[in-house]
C-alpha cells in the first residue's frame, strides 16, 4: 500500500478490518456489475478459511439486485467449509441457487478419456485399470496420474504421440 492507504488502515484488525474488507469487494463488485454482468469463478471452496465463507455468505446477496453470477466449486464432505457454504446459500437464496454434483467416472468412461489424454491405444489393461481403481474415477486424479506418468519419464511424447517405456508395469 501507498503511505496515504497505510495510514488508512493503521490501527484497523479483526472484526473491523474484515468489515472493510468485504465493504471494499461489495462495492467493486456492485460497480463492476453496474458496466456488464459479473461472474465470480471460485475454485476449491473445500479448502477456504472461516472468514472467506462469511464474506461468500454474505456477497451472494449481491445477485438479489444486480447482475452477478458465482460459480462456487467444491468437493463433497468439507462440513466447515463447502458443506457451510452451500447450506447459507440454501437457507438464504434457495430460488438463486443451482447445484450441480458430478459423479465419478464409470470404468468405460474413465478407460476413454485415458485414451483421449494419451491419444493412444494398447496402455496396458492392468495399469490402466489400477488407475481407474486408484482413482475412483475421478477425471481431476485421472488427469494427474497420467501427467506425474509423463513428467517421470514412465510415458514419453515423440512428435504428435505418447509411447510407453518400459519403466511401466
Known amino acids: 500500500?501507498?503511505?496515504?492507504?497505510?495510514?488508512?488502515?493503521a490501527g484497523i484488525e479483526g472484526e473491523s478490518l474484515e468489515g472493510?474488507?468485504?465493504?471494499?469487494?461489495?462495492?467493486?463488485?456492485m460497480k463492476?456489475?453496474?458496466?456488464?454482468?459479473v461472474v465470480i469463478v471460485m475454485e476449491d471452496i473445500h479448502w477456504a478459511d472461516n472468514s472467506s465463507i462469511d464474506i461468500l455468505g454474505s456477497l451472494c446477496r449481491l445477485?438479489?439486485?444486480y447482475p452477478v453470477l458465482f460459480i462456487n466449486l467444491m468437493r463433497p464432505g468439507y462440513k466447515e467449509t463447502g458443506e457451510r457454504i452451500l447450506q447459507i446459500v440454501?437457507?438464504?437464496y434457495p430460488e438463486r441457487n443451482k447445484e450441480i454434483v458430478l459423479k465419478a467416472l464409470n470404468s468405460?468412461?474413465?478407460?476413454?478419456?485415458i485414451n483421449n489424454l494419451l491419444k493412444m491405444h494398447g496402455f496396458p489393461g492392468k495399469v490402466k485399470n489400477d488407475i481407474i481403481r486408484q482413482?475412483?474415477?475421478?477425471?481431476?486424479?485421472?488427469?494427474?496420474?497420467?501427467?506425474?506418468?509423463?513428467?517421470?519419464?514412465v510415458i514419453l511424447q515423440?512428435?504428435?504421440?505418447?509411447?510407453?517405456?518400459d519403466r511401466i508395469n
Open 1 to 9: 500500500l501507498n503511505e496515504e492507504d497505510t495510514a488508512r488502515v
Open 20 to 29: 472493510l474488507i468485504l465493504k471494499s469487494i461489495d462495492t467493486l463488485i
Open 32 to 37: 463492476a456489475s453496474l458496466q456488464k454482468p
Open 63 to 65: 445477485t438479489e439486485q
Open 90 to 92: 440454501r437457507s438464504r
Open 108 to 113: 468405460e468412461y474413465s478407460d476413454q478419456l
Open 135 to 153: 482413482t475412483g474415477g475421478n477425471p481431476f486424479f485421472i488427469e494427474e496420474i497420467i501427467r506425474s506418468f509423463i513428467d517421470e519419464g
Open 158 to 165: 515423440k512428435s504428435d504421440a505418447f509411447h510407453i517405456t
